[in-house]
């Protein structure tokens, strides 16, 4: 599967030693990775920074790797590999009980945590890649229903009126979600038209679209801007504090 940037990590762990280096090491190995101390910090990261995959630890300050884990399957399906100094069983059923994708005791030999983490990644890029026809026919954000095939977009009952352009941007947006795509990203992939009226019209573009899959196409939280970089769909719909 070709990727159009490399994977991004986030890493959430309370050792400031661990955190220098699995930034290194990880850094090292080909991924872009973000290392944060708590929960509170995940939190913050996760409004403005969309993320392939997720160390965590299970022991934090203020909210354990336990009940973020919880949080974050109430949010998203990303890959999460959880990190503990301790060996109980329990815990190891408990965290794969909540939605842990994989587990790792400390301490831990970096290479091993690299072999796991390039597996969830294979397995993440499978399950996309096995969906079936009918899966990738149709794409859900929200309240909304994508027909990639008879070119619609529907809400309930109601099919939402997209010009060829707004559906054809709309599409690269949702088989792509949680990706930042930058101008000649969107340029190269909507090949045919104009690249200099295209990118001249790109932002009205993206705003007509708000308007027709916004609440409040002011602070949108499906179509975000992510500043100096491009524009990422993110189809939880998560608010963030980041202007538009």
């Known amino acids: 599967m070709d990727k159009l940037q490399i994977d991004s990590i986030l890493v959430v762990d309370d050792d400031p030693t661990l955190r220098e280096l699995l930034v290194d090491y990880l850094s090292g190995n080909g991924f872009d990775v973000t290392a944060v101390a ?5 939190r913050s990261v996760l409004d403005t920074h969309p993320f392939e995959l997720i160390v965590l630890d299970l022991m934090l300050p203020g909210e354990d790797g336990l009940s973020l884990t919880r949080f974050l399957r109430s949010k998203t399906h990303i890959p999460i590999l959880m990190l503990s100094a ?9 965290g794969l009980e909540v939605g842990v994708d994989d587990y790792l005791g400390k301490p831990f030999n970096p290479r091993e945590l690299l072999a796991r983490i390039r597996a969830l990644l294979r397995r993440q890029d499978h399950h996309r890649e096995s969906q079936s026809p009918q899966d990738r026919q149709h794409e859900k954000f ?4 994508v027909d990639l095939v008879g070119r619609r977009l529907i809400r309930g009952d109601d099919e ?15 088989k792509q979600p949680n990706r930042v795509l930058t101008r000649d990203m969107l340029i190269e992939s909507l090949k045919g038209y104009d690249r200099d009226a295209f990118d001249r019209s790109i932002d009205i573009r993206i705003t007509r679209l708000r308007h027709k899959i916004e609440a409040n196409p002011a602070a949108p939280i499906f179509i975000r801007t992510i500043r100096g970089e491009g524009y990422l769909f993110n189809p939880a719909g998560q608010v963030h504090n980041k202007t538009p």
């Open 38 to 42: 708590d929960g509170i910090a995940m």
């Open 160 to 174: 939402i009126h997209l010009t060829t352009g707004e559906f054809d941007l709309l599409s690269l947006f949702v």
């Open 86 to 94: 301790q060996s109980e069983d329990v815990d190891r059923i408990i």
């Open 142 to 145: 929200g309240p909304f229903t």
